[in-house]
């Protein structure tokens, strides 16, 4: 239902919404806990919908957290914690003093980042997702070599898995959005 003066939006929409802003924050080399704010939002709606869809994932929250637990030799809970302390400090007022500090460290928001990417084409199927999701998996697949570099090749093509030459953050996301905007507009 529309409403004059509101703007209607799906889930799906809100999730793409966010994401584009959060990696353009994330490339931009913007605030970490905007980032950090706008991908859990993300990635909360993502996973709730996989529910409700019943979604079959190979990598689920609680998979990764017991992993977790058992690199660090730290209980699940404590991992669990860990990991939602910063998106609950960012969210919540009520759980904490007004004069509570947050340590923060922004490669959590990578890993959140990461398994959004994942996680998304299983959520919603298609090419409907925001090409900066896709720039930002590119780029972490990048950056950790350890990840398989065929699944990236066939996903990206051999320009982004093999740059010509070595770029930052800023310039990598200029390079990788045309390219990746350009192979969509290529495969519709």
Not at 169 to 187: G, H, S, T, V, Y
Request: aromatic share 12%.
């Amino acid at each position: 239902m529309s409403v004059p003066g509101f703007v209607s939006i799906s889930k799906q929409q809100a999730v793409n919404n966010q994401l584009r802003t959060a990696v353009r924050l994330y490339f931009e080399l913007g605030d970490p806990l905007s980032i950090h704010t706008l991908v859990c939002a993300a990635y909360e709606i993502l996973r709730n919908v996989a529910n409700k869809k019943r979604v079959e994932f190979e990598l689920t929250f609680g998979q990764i957290v017991s992993a977790m637990s058992q690199l660090a030799e730290r209980s699940e809970a404590d991992i669990f914690e860990l990991m939602r302390h910063p998106q609950n400090f960012l969210k919540h007022a009520n759980r904490d003093s007004e004069d509570a500090l947050l340590s923060f460290n922004p490669q959590l928001t990578e890993f959140y980042l990461i398994i959004t990417a994942l996680l998304y084409p299983h959520v919603f199927p298609g090419p409907k997702g925001p090409v900066e999701l896709d720039v930002f998996f590119a780029w972490f697949c990048l950056q950790h070599p350890q990840v398989i570099k065929a699944e990236v090749r066939e996903r990206f093509g051999d320009r982004l898995v093999n740059p010509p030459l070595v770029l930052d953050r800023e310039e990598f996301f200029e390079l990788a959005f045309r390219i990746l905007a350009d192979r969509r507009k290529q495969n519709c």
